[in-house]
């Protein structure tokens, strides 16, 4: 599977599964050794899973490219 699908992919999970569960907010949480995806569920941030900090990267770069800002921008 092309990488820039499996990205886009995830993306399209994230929301989704924030849009059912209607969560008010997604917050991706980076740590040293892996970024943690949380939604704010009834007030309350709640852990949905946790992955590794490069397909963070690769996720932050097409939240930024669909939102049209700037790609190589650290932030």
Do not use: C, Q, W
Not at 15 to 34: M, N, Q, R, V
């Amino acid at each position: 599977m092309k990488k820039s699908y499996r990205i886009s992919r995830i993306l399209e999970i994230t929301l989704a599964g924030a849009i059912a569960t209607e969560a008010s907010d997604i917050h991706f949480e980076p740590e040293k050794d892996y970024v943690r995806l949380r939604y704010r569920l009834d007030g309350i941030l709640t852990d949905i899973l946790e992955f590794d900090v490069e397909t963070y990267s690769l996720l932050l770069s097409r939240i930024k490219l669909v939102s049209n800002l700037k790609i190589n921008s650290k932030g």
